[in-house]
């Protein structure tokens, strides 16, 4: 699977913006789609998003819970995140992810993903 990440810019504090993620192909049920970012400065990539293609489940990062949401486009191979209230903190290099074999206990963890996007630059203005 090959993905596409896209809708990233330049935006101010308090703002919203909406992240698109293209698959090559619509995804297996069992898939898990998720959203990682990367902030300036920082190796790791911290976990945002992710959900089962079937809706199984879906899980948030303390720090977007309620600012942020994952969801998919029924017609088209697209997972999206809406992301509202934006911080400085936000600002970021998002990258989209999947894998059929993630193991629901390590869901934020980069490693279990093995399909990742090319990423797309969030920055949050203050």
């Known amino acids: 699977v090959q993905l596409q990440a896209s809708g990233g810019g330049l935006v101010p504090v308090g703002g919203s913006l909406r992240l698109s993620c293209t698959a090559s192909?619509?995804?297996?049920?069992?898939?898990?789609m998720a959203w990682f970012r990367r902030a300036p400065g920082k190796e790791r990539r911290e976990f945002v998003a992710a959900f089962r293609w079937n809706g199984g489940y879906s899980y948030y990062a303390d720090s977007i819970k309620g600012r942020f949401t994952i969801s998919r486009d029924n017609a088209q191979p697209m997972v999206y995140l809406e992301m509202n209230i934006l911080k400085p903190e936000d600002t970021a290099v998002y990258y989209c992810?999947?894998?059929?074999?993630?193991?629901?206990?390590?869901?934020?963890?980069?490693?279990?993903?093995?399909?990742w996007g090319q990423g797309t630059e969030v920055t949050v203005s203050s």
């Open positions: 192909r619509r995804p297996f049920s069992r898939f898990v």
């Open positions: 992810a999947a894998d059929e074999r993630v193991i629901t206990s390590a869901t934020m963890r980069p490693e279990s993903y093995e399909y």
